[in-house]
């Protein structure tokens, strides 16, 4: 199982943190899966720092796709409305 760091803005580190947000969407330029943990270091990008808050989240899944291939919509109806991902308890 592999740790992965990556950055996250504090508006959503906050949200992560307290459970509200329990999916996080990235490019998928890097290599994650299930049972990966995730080390999401809070960085400020008016000051271009970290701000030392951190936590780990272990991952329960990961769904890879490139919104120009998938089978059930348009690329005009993907560029008109976009995508979105939702989180389902």
């Known amino acids: 199982m592999a740790v992965i760091k990556k950055k996250i803005w504090p508006g959503q580190f906050d949200t992560v943190a307290s ?44 769904l890879k796709f490139r919104p120009d291939e998938l089978p059930f919509y348009s690329k005009d109806k993907v560029d008109q409305y976009g995508l979105q991902i939702i989180s389902l308890e």
């Open 19 to 62: 459970g509200k947000e329990k999916f996080q969407l990235r490019l998928a330029d890097f290599d994650i899966g299930e049972g990966d943990t995730l080390v999401l270091e809070e960085w400020n990008p008016q000051t271009g720092q970290y701000t030392g808050r951190t936590m780990e989240k272990k991952v329960s899944g990961v």
